[in-house]
């Protein structure tokens, strides 16, 4: 449908021609900062080469100007020694410090308005502290305006001035966070913060919300929330819903009265773990550690890096352990000994009983597997969803190839992944539902 009015400053950008647009808009006046830093950077490109390329061939600079913006911005964002690391390739950076390589990029022109979506996706919170914070600095020392694009309730509350919720393709409710966050007028918005965890008090089960988004095709006749609402009335469905206003700018999509929503999901304790005291531990890990190999250049020595050092702990069959720690403490080097993927220094690692690296790979993958944190890299991008989903199965010859469908079928409804996409690719999925998969 033809928006009735999209404008950046004084230019109408319905009336732009795409080729209009992308010479004169895209990357210039609007700047991009996207979800994953490190498919959204060419891995063979050196980082000085993606900062300084677009703005050069759009011709707003010339190479050597783009060239120390660039260490500028790159000093600026965080990012230390600019001319060392001008030269240097993306696998040379940490997750954080590719995102603050993303920022950089988008500020190259300059831009008036940025577009951060989901910036802090996959950072420790220390790191999320810092690009944050760096963004809000930046955006009043250039005097940007920012839409941020995300998930987290904690991020808005901390980062914006105005949030409006989204739920299938239109504004559900939109005003000033204190008003949205502190006071929701629709039930949409009340289940969301619902379902945040809260650090401290009594630990209970988070509310998920029933059902899932219904598609949408046609003119809308109804509510589109109106099948996961508890608050839900015959006249939801008999009419698509008008904004209501709340006072003050605070708009919302609902037939309730202007009042806060309540009542929306029945608050559960959360279950403690059962662990049988008597049974014997699944994971056993004694003393520990990794030892790498490596030198900063050519022409400097080889030095021993410890990434894991004396790590003993073990986990019995019920219980979760939770691994904590800032980026580059040994999380994923732990985890990756654990998989049979790295073999430890020192120590010994048993799971069932069965010491690790005495298993081969078929036997290992029956015993742990993994949910790995970059879900778009880790699917084929050729394999349908059904296909990635029930390799599995057909690797160890589990069922029949009717058995492992109905298998696939209903593993995908208990994460909540509708059937029809069975056969959808990974490209056509959300990352919550890559995620998923």
Not at 99 to 119: C, F
Not at 147 to 172: C, N, P, R, S, W
Not at 398 to 426: C, N, S
Request: glycine fraction near 8%; proline fraction near 6%.
């Amino acid at each position: 449908r033809k928006a009735e009015r999209l404008r950046l400053l004084d230019h109408d950008l319905t009336e732009l021609s795409d080729k209009d647009f992308a010479r004169n808009f895209a990357g210039q006046k609007i700047g991009m900062i996207f979800q994953e830093p490190m498919t959204s950077l060419n891995p063979v490109y050196s980082i000085g080469r993606q900062l300084t390329e677009g703005v050069v061939r759009a011709g707003l600079m010339s190479e050597a100007k783009a060239r120390r913006l660039a260490m500028d911005l790159m000093d600026r964002v965080g990012l230390p020694d600019p001319k060392t690391r001008f030269n240097q390739y993306p696998h040379q950076f940490s997750g954080g410090q590719r995102q603050r390589v993303m920022i950089a990029m988008g500020l190259m022109s300059k831009p008036d308005l940025m577009i951060a979506d989901e910036p802090t996706t996959a950072l420790d919170v220390t790191v999320q502290a810092q690009i944050l914070a760096l963004m809000a600095d930046l955006k009043r020392e250039l005097g940007m305006a920012m839409i941020l694009i995300t998930h987290d309730l904690g991020v808005v509350a901390q980062t914006v001035d105005k949030v409006a919720v989204m739920y299938a393709g239109e504004f559900v409710e939109t005003g000033s966070v204190r008003d949205v966050l502190g006071s929701p007028r629709h039930p949409y918005t009340a289940a969301l913060l619902h379902a945040a965890p809260e650090l401290g008090g009594e630990r209970r089960r988070l509310s998920a919300i029933p059902g899932r988004i219904r598609p949408v095709y046609g003119a809308r006749t109804a509510c589109i929330y109106e099948n996961r609402c508890t608050l839900a009335e015959a006249r939801c469905r008999a009419d698509w819903p008008g904004l209501q206003d709340a006072g003050a700018g605070h708009e919302y999509r609902c037939i309730l009265p202007p009042q806060r929503a309540t009542a929306l999901a029945e608050e559960m304790p959360l279950l403690p773990s059962h662990v049988d005291p008597g049974s014997a531990p699944v994971i056993e890990i004694e003393n520990v550690a990794r030892v790498f190999a490596t030198r900063r250049s050519v022409f400097q020595p080889v030095q021993s890096l410890r990434a894991v050092d004396g790590v003993s702990l073990t986990v019995s069959r019920g219980e979760t352990f939770a691994l904590v720690g800032e980026s580059g403490s040994g999380k994923s080097t732990l985890a990756r000994m654990l998989l049979g993927l790295d073999a430890p220094s020192e120590g010994r690692i048993r799971i069932c009983d069965q010491p690790v690296w005495d298993l081969n790979g078929v036997n290992r993958a029956k015993l742990v597997q993994p949910v790995f944190q970059d879900p778009y890299s880790s699917l084929n991008p050729r394999r349908s969803i059904g296909e990635t989903i029930a390799q599995p199965l057909a690797l160890h010859a589990i069922g029949t190839r009717q058995e492992r469908w109905d298998k696939v079928r209903a593993i995908m409804d208990l994460v909540g992944l509708p059937g029809a996409f069975l056969h959808h690719y990974p490209n056509q999925l959300s990352g919550g539902q890559r995620q998923r998969v």
